[in-house]
Nanobody
Framework: QVQLVESGGGLVQPGDSLRLSCVVSGLPMEFWSIGWFRQAPGGEREGVSCITSVNDHTHYKDSVKGRFTVSRDNTKKTVYLQMNNLKPEDTAVYYC??????????????????WGQGTQVTVSS
C-alpha cells in the first residue's frame, strides 16, 4: 500500500522557518519524483517544488526561489521542504505527491499518481 505522509506544518510569524517532511512508504523511492504543492483557501493547488528521480534535479516556483529548498533522503524514504523567510502569502495546505520517473511538467497536478493528506502552514503576525 502506497502512503505519503506530510508533517512539520504549523503557525509561524513572517520571517520564520519551517521544515516539512514527506515520508513515503510502498514505493521504491529512487525511481519516483516527489513534488510539493500547496493550496490556499479558495485557490487552486499549485506546484511549489519538485525533486526528480534523475540526479535529484530540483525545480521551484518563482516566488519561493532562494527561500525554499527541497531535498531527499532515500534511505529514510523522506523528502524535505525547508522553508525560510516565510511570508503570509505562503499560507496554505502543503501536499507532497509522487510521480514515477521525471515529470513532464513538474508543476502540474496531473502527472502525479499518489498524494499525501496535507499539512497546514500558516504565516501570520
Amino acid at each position: 500500500q502506497v502512503q505519503l505522509v506530510e508533517s512539520g506544518g504549523g503557525l509561524v510569524q513572517p520571517g520564520d522557518s519551517l521544515r516539512l517532511s514527506c515520508v513515503v512508504s510502498g514505493l521504491p523511492m529512487e525511481f519516483w519524483s516527489i513534488g510539493w504543492f500547496r493550496q490556499a483557501p479558495g485557490g487552486e493547488r499549485e506546484g511549489v517544488s519538485c525533486i526528480t528521480s534523475v540526479n535529484d534535479h530540483t525545480h521551484y516556483k518563482d516566488s519561493v526561489k532562494g527561500r525554499f529548498t527541497v531535498s531527499r533522503d532515500n534511505t529514510k524514504k523522506t523528502v524535505y521542504l525547508q522553508m525560510n523567510n516565510l511570508k503570509p502569502e505562503d499560507t496554505a495546505v502543503y501536499y507532497c505527491a509522487a510521480d514515477l520517473g521525471p515529470p513532464a511538467d513538474w508543476s502540474s497536478t496531473e502527472g502525479y499518481d499518489y498524494w499525501g493528506q496535507g499539512t497546514q502552514v500558516t504565516v501570520s503576525s
